[in-house]
């Protein structure tokens, strides 16, 4: 069925305004008035959490249990540590908040701090990917909520199988695997980003394999040196064996997969190369690939840009050789008429032009995505982290973020900007706000 709702995790740390986070309903019912608005608003009890990632507190690997349902939606706090569930099964357009874990518990109890990514596992539970400990040093590992009554429990992993930095994952049941990725140590790099950071450790480099059922480390693969692994995916077949991580400074996406051996294996399938320019903060800019995402039938793989601007369409069809068949830029640094003067591109002739979409200029660059479960409508919002949208994009904090659709030729692939849908997060009661994570509650393609 066609998405009729959308919930999208928003931020105003870093704004100047003095107003809690929240999460925002929008109206996707095409045949409604209301469509293309923010029809609720459900703020947080306290300031300053930085709600980023969500998730469902039941995934496509719970679905073999008849009961579970996609009732209760997760959001962990990148910089707070707080955890918020929240009830939106009794009234889907009017979420409201179930219940709140302090950071006090889980610093106390689990000894972690700087929550990411959550995902339902097979049994129910919540896990929760973090990016540090309390003092906000780079620690990765995971925490895990009960599926019932979202009590923590505590750290999934062994005590010795920590990694030295945590960001995103993603698990394949039926082959008793997940893979982590590494991203930064927010102590040093979540106030800003700083060049003098890089050959330090403060970009991790790791991507880890883990045994699902024994919760152990099995295997680590070193991919460079700040490449800055961030976005994993597994391919939707519950069969398959393998998958894509998108490393963020390098610009490179790797597919992992099982090899004959019945270890595992990664190689480079893409490289975006970064860009000679000036009035820059280094004189090579990466495309900054933080998100990935692979449609519901494993036909095309998408990636977003989040300094170059633009979103890209690959064609993983033949899964170790993505085709490139859409590209479409929605923003970023590189825009023409911008500070950025673009000396060697091995890619573009040109700059891109500014979008402007309903007379408002599209600030940012693009970053979180989601799909709809045909294909055929991808929509993205353009904030990354507070912080480093102070730093890089500030125009996109005085004027608050957007959420765009983009029209997508699901048969020979092909990617377009809808000028007629546009959420404005600029336009908010309490002022500009940043808008991250998006989740249809009929379903999605990254849970």
Not at 15 to 22: A, H, K, L, V, Y
Not at 52 to 63: I, T
Not at 90 to 112: G, H, R, S
Not at 223 to 228: H, I, M, Q
Request: hydrophobic share 35%.
């Amino acid at each position: 069925s066609r998405e009729e709702v959308a919930y999208v995790t928003c931020t105003y740390r870093e704004t100047g305004i003095e107003q809690p986070d929240f999460l925002a309903t929008i109206d996707l019912n095409t045949r409604s008035c209301n469509y293309g608005q923010v029809i609720h608003h459900l703020p947080m009890p306290n300031l300053k959490d930085e709600l980023h990632s969500s998730g469902w507190s039941a995934g496509s690997s719970c679905f073999e249990d008849c009961t579970r349902a996609r009732k209760k939606l997760i959001l962990p706090s990148l910089i707070s540590s707080r955890v918020y569930v929240v009830d939106v099964g009794t009234q889907c357009n009017a979420p409201q908040l179930y219940k709140m874990i302090e950071p006090v518990d889980i610093f106390w109890k689990c000894d972690k701090g700087y929550l990411n990514v959550p995902h339902a596992l097979p049994n129910g539970d919540v896990l929760i990917a973090n990016m540090g400990d309390p003092a906000g040093n780079g620690k990765g590992g995971f925490i895990v909520l009960d599926g019932e009554s979202f009590e923590l429990k505590g750290n999934w992993e062994k005590d010795c199988e920590v990694p030295p930095t945590g960001h995103d994952f993603w698990f394949q049941p039926r082959h008793n695997v997940l893979i982590s990725s590494a991203g930064l140590v927010l102590k040093r790099a979540g106030p800003a980003f700083n060049p003098a950071d890089l050959h330090k450790g403060v970009f991790g480099r790791r991507l880890s394999v883990w045994n699902l059922s024994c919760r152990t480390l099995i295997q680590c693969f070193d991919l460079g040196e700040d490449s800055l692994p961030f976005s994993v995916r597994f391919l939707h077949n519950p069969n398959a064996a393998e998958g894509y991580v998108s490393c963020a400074l390098s610009g490179v996406i790797y597919r992992f997969f099982k090899n004959e051996a019945r270890c595992w294996s990664v190689e480079e399938v893409i490289r975006i190369p970064p860009k000679k320019v000036r009035g820059w903060i280094l004189p090579e800019m990466p495309a900054f690939s933080a998100y990935i995402l692979i449609s519901k039938d494993d036909r095309y793989l998408y990636v977003s840009n989040w300094l170059h601007g633009d979103i890209r369409q690959y064609d993983i069809s033949c899964t170790s050789k993505p085709r490139l068949v859409g590209q479409v830029f929605v923003g970023g640094s590189i825009l023409r008429g911008g500070p950025v003067t673009v000396c060697r591109d091995e890619e573009l002739k040109c700059q891109p032009e500014p979008l402007v979409i309903k007379c408002k200029r599209v600030q940012g660059g693009p970053y979180k995505m989601q799909l709809s479960l045909d294909g055929k409508r991808l929509y993205i919002t353009n904030s990354f982290c507070s912080s480093w949208d102070k730093q890089f994009y500030p125009d996109l904090v005085r004027e608050g973020s957007v959420m765009l659709q983009i029209d997508v030729d699901t048969k020979a692939g092909g990617l377009c900007v809808n000028k007629n849908f546009l959420v404005d997060f600029g336009k908010e009661p309490c002022g500009p706000a940043l808008a991250r994570d998006i989740h249809f509650p009929c379903g999605d393609c990254t849970t």
